[in-house]
């Protein structure tokens, strides 16, 4: 048995009973602290915490002293693309000069941009960047990543990007969550037939993931001058049968059919929201009964067996990095709250429309951009967005039993400093699985 002691913290927050694998609404404003306080560590997971000094006398136990410093659970991650081939600066520079995101996706720039470079890049090279990018997000204190595949377009591509996602899963300590996009965009080998594509990914692509259990979940980039909701909704079904739940893209460039889709199939999330409506918050607020009753038996049954660990409904998931590079609207983050409604937030980390996984910058840009309390937006970066992946019951909050995932902090006054010092490095050490992986300096 391992035990490690965490002692001298200044303040431990993000306190939760083990019965809270989100936090709804108002609920989202409150962070729970303790001051002066100690954390033990056994086998990975969060034994006990309380106040009062240095602690117990743990025998054999490795000692970590916070310093003075704030410990809070390590950043959930529930939407990203950080699996990709090379960068896309020049397309920067086309936004820069005016053009927008969906000019350049039909100049041939964009996703498919990313396709061409994946296709001849080696898969060990797929990987060595891939994991270049992990470790800095670690770095940057997130301790749980949904990464997605979306940049192959083709089946022999899109398993090469899943087959990285499993790597990495199996040699960092980073808790990874898998997904498969193969309807990220029509691959250029099926320009003009997109229904054909669909039943590429239906038929073929969807059948080869599912015997190689390479995707935990299943998405599609469901928008204006992309997929439709029918097309939408057949692949959802397709990957039903092998277990994979919905994560959607939706409602990022108009008023798309995105949410409706997403809460009639039970998507864990619907991710973007930046041309959310009225009627999409309502559809949200009635989406924690599970699938519609219109969807099969098979399809129900493993909806229940990839949602162990989550709550029965599907959560908004806002994406501020990507309003922010691409200067669009803001996702209706204040509007979702008012509603009780379980906002998460991610990062999109992308070569395209997001090309950063900091969380923490995430956090300030929800207050700054999006106008939530810190409170509101840390919770939105820990607890939410881990049951945005199914890990609401065992990542996400300072909670006994669940794992060990930490960050420890600089000295700072309080909470609130975190996305007020939206540059300042204020992270000292990172803990997975009980383990430092950074330490200070």
Request: net charge negative.
């Amino acid at each position: 048995m391992k035990r490690t002691l965490i002692k001298n913290i200044g303040m431990l927050a993000g306190i939760l009973p083990a019965d809270k694998p989100c936090l709804c609404g108002e609920e989202m404003a409150h962070v729970e602290t303790m001051r002066d306080a100690w954390l033990l560590v056994e086998d990975g997971k969060i034994k006990d915490f309380g106040t009062n000094g240095d602690g117990p006398t743990v025998r054999s136990a490795a000692v970590v002293d916070a310093e003075g410093g704030t410990v809070l659970p390590s950043f959930c991650d529930s939407h990203t693309h950080l699996v990709y081939a090379d960068s896309r600066e020049q397309e920067f520079v086309d936004k820069i000069q005016g053009l927008s995101y969906a000019e350049i996706a039909r100049r041939g720039g964009g996703i498919l941009n990313s396709a061409d470079r994946l296709h001849e890049l080696s898969e060990d090279e797929l990987y060595r960047q891939a994991m270049r990018r992990v470790r800095e997000v670690i770095y940057k204190g997130t301790g749980a990543i949904e990464i997605k595949s979306g940049y192959g377009l083709n089946t022999e591509d899109e398993l090469k990007m899943l087959r990285v996602i499993r790597r990495i899963r199996e040699t960092s300590p980073v808790t990874v969550r898998s997904t498969f996009l193969g309807a990220h965009a029509v691959g250029r080998a099926y320009s003009g037939r997109q229904s054909d594509y669909v039943d590429l990914v239906v038929r073929e692509m969807i059948p080869e993931v599912g015997r190689q259990g390479l995707a935990d979940f299943v998405d599609v980039f469901c928008d204006e001058g992309f997929f439709t909701p029918d097309e939408t909704a057949r692949i959802l079904e397709a990957a039903a049968e092998y277990g994979m739940r919905p994560k959607i893209h939706g409602q990022e460039l108009a008023d798309s059919g995105g949410v409706e889709v997403a809460v009639a199939h039970g998507a864990l999330s619907v991710d973007h929201l930046e041309s959310m409506t009225e009627r999409d918050i309502d559809l949200l607020r009635q989406s924690d009964s599970g699938p519609s009753s219109t969807n099969s038996v098979s399809q129900t049954k493993n909806y229940e067996l990839c949602t162990m660990n989550s709550e029965l409904r599907t959560i908004p998931t806002a994406l501020p990095g990507t309003s922010f590079f691409l200067n669009m609207p803001f996702a209706p983050a204040r509007k979702m709250i008012a509603a009780g409604l379980p906002l998460a937030t991610a990062s999109d980390y992308n070569p395209g429309s997001t090309p950063s996984g900091d969380m923490k910058f995430v956090v300030s840009l929800a207050c700054i951009k999006m106008r939530l309390l810190p409170e509101e937006a840390i919770n939105a970066a820990t607890i939410n967005t881990a049951a945005a992946m199914g890990l609401g019951r065992t990542h996400g909050s300072i909670t006994r039993g669940k794992v060990a995932n930490l960050i420890i902090t600089e000295p700072i006054p309080s909470l609130a400093y975190i996305p007020y010092a939206y540059t300042q490095p204020i992270i000292s050490r990172v803990v997975l699985n009980g383990e430092v992986v950074k330490n200070a300096g």
